[in-house]
């Protein structure tokens, strides 16, 4: 197994490589948006293996939409001489897209996708996909618009068991899934499930593997790619100047740390049970909370206009990451504050 992610010359993840390579089942990837891990995934799926393959969706409305021919990321995939071709698999929820090439006197099927939804997939009864060998689980971290799925590891597992149906037990490799994401919350159900969370916020390299679970999560840094990606006029807007939910996954242990709170910290407020102070001049966020100052739920409307009104100094340290924290934990639930207001 490789111990670092390849590149392509032009700076996108080198998706061949990396799943050829690593010889876990479950394969987690995050990253900044755009270097190739989705089309790089179907890439393998449909050309280095003879087998259909499974793309899940986190919810039934993205995999509906992963279905059809005009918005399937499957599109980006296809050579000139290709097309999609919807086939009805009369099974609802369930969804399966062919990829065929012209071809004389009939044309030739490349490659098999089926596509599922984690919400539904507990409605699929019956159906087996003992065929396929890959499950590429695309956008496995939700928005922080979207809702949450009720006991989603739980529900994850239940798939993956419903899908594997204990191929190992048969003399045969267990299901590879390949989950991919943009880097919005390393505190995900997936990696909270695993109980890896204070491990990949410690990562310094690439790759982190627990080869006891099987699990190799990769966080690529796609250096050459960001460069020219911050070139772009997006990136020029001010707005995205401002550090997003989604790079607070880059952060370093080196803002942890423990500070006494002496007679000159002032605290601001407690936001959801965190509290913030002022000490010698930074913040800092705490487990231990002041009495004297406001306390916001952000759970309640009323309380989120307050903390935008009166706290805009504090958001905006807390976006940019100008904040110490007292612990992991603290990091971690003031990651997912930032992602509420």
Not at 3 to 23: S, W
Request: contains cysteine; proline residues 5%.
């Amino acid at each position: 197994m490789m111990n670092k992610v390849l590149y392509t010359p032009e700076g996108y993840i080198d998706m061949r490589a990396l799943i050829m390579n690593e010889r876990s089942p479950f394969i987690f990837i995050t990253s900044l948006r755009g270097p190739g891990k989705t089309w790089g995934a179907i890439d393998y799926a449909l050309r280095c293996q003879d087998k259909p393959f499974i793309l899940m969706r986190r919810t039934q409305v993205q995999a509906d939409f992963a279905a059809a021919p005009a918005t399937t990321p499957l599109a980006a995939n296809l050579r000139d001489d290709e097309y999609l071709e919807p086939v009805k698999t009369g099974v609802k929820n369930f969804a399966q897209l062919n990829v065929m090439r012209k071809a004389d006197p009939e044309d030739v099927l490349v490659g098999t996708c089926y596509i599922i939804a984690l919400s539904t997939v507990a409605t699929m009864r019956g159906i087996s996909l003992m065929d396929c060998d890959i499950l590429i689980f695309d956008e496995f971290i939700k928005e922080p618009h979207e809702r949450p799925i009720k006991e989603e590891y739980l529900a994850f597992t239940h798939a993956y068991e419903t899908i594997n149906r204990n191929r190992e037990s048969q003399g045969r490799p267990a299901l590879k899934v390949i989950a991919l994401s943009n880097a919005l919350d390393l505190a995900n159900p997936y990696y909270r499930g695993f109980d890896l969370v204070n491990r990949v916020y410690a990562m310094t390299s690439e790759i982190l593997r627990d080869p006891d679970q099987g699990v190799a999560i990769y966080r690529p840094r796609c250096q050459e790619f960001w460069r020219r990606k911050k070139t772009g006029v997006l990136y020029k807007l001010r707005g995205t100047q401002r550090t997003s939910a989604g790079d607070w996954a880059d952060m370093n242990l080196d803002k942890v740390k423990s500070l006494r709170l002496k007679s000159s910290a002032v605290p601001i407020c407690s936001i959801n049970g965190v509290g913030f102070w002022k000490v010698n001049g930074e913040g800092y966020a705490s487990a231990i909370r002041s009495n004297g100052v406001p306390a916001y739920d952000l759970d309640d409307r009323i309380d989120v206009a307050a903390v935008h009104m009166k706290n805009q100094g504090l958001i905006n340290a807390l976006f940019n990451r100008k904040v110490i924290f007292e612990s992991v934990d603290i990091m971690l639930r003031c990651g997912e504050l930032v992602q509420r207001l």
